[in-house]
């Protein structure tokens, strides 16, 4: 019965030792978690400023425009509204590397896309879009470069001219370097 009793303690003993070594174990790692998921780099480029150029108006009418920042800086909507021809808007765009690692923007995509796609190209006519290309420009931390997007109604003599709406949406596409 003194062996039992021996073995019993021994047993328990070593249990309560494995349960606070798993316990300490696991607060390490809880510790070195919340430490990885507040102190860590974090890989973030944005929009963070849109200023619109005083509009250019060639008729009665004043281009407009509506604009705002999208999906946590992701992305930037507007819809342009243009009158006559000559008429133009332009939007300097800021996108900055937030975050404290270097990034890259690899692409910025435009929906839809009035520059390249010829189909969207005839939806604007004689309206075009015309934009910068920031494709590969490299972001080191807390670094800012500028889009700029202008928006022009084009003149054609031989047609009829009507009021353009243009709605358009860019996104970022970016990746850390």
Avoid: W
Avoid at 59 to 83: A, H, Q, R
Avoid at 129 to 142: A, D, R, T, W
């Amino acid at each position: 019965m003194k062996k039992n009793k021996k073995k019993n303690q021994m047993l328990v003993t070593t249990l309560s030792i494995g349960i606070i070594i798993i316990t300490l174990c696991f607060l390490i790692l809880l510790i070195k978690y919340d430490t990885l998921k507040n102190g860590a780099s974090s890989f973030k480029i944005e929009v963070t400023k849109v200023e619109r150029m005083t509009p250019i108006k060639a008729g009665n009418i004043s281009p407009k425009s509506n604009e705002s920042i999208t999906d946590n800086g992701l992305s930037f909507d507007m819809s342009v509204d243009l009158y006559t021809p000559n008429d133009e808007i332009t939007y300097i765009i800021t996108i900055k590397n937030t975050s404290d690692i270097r990034g890259k923007i690899v692409n910025i995509i435009s929906q839809p896309d009035y520059i390249d796609n010829e189909k969207y190209l005839l939806d604007i006519y004689p309206a075009k879009v015309v934009m910068n290309n920031l494709s590969g420009k490299v972001l080191s931390p807390g670094e800012s470069t500028t889009l700029k997007i202008t928006y022009t109604y084009g003149y054609i003599e031989s047609e009829t001219h009507n009021a353009i709406n243009i709605p358009y949406k860019i996104s970022l596409l970016t990746q850390a370097t």
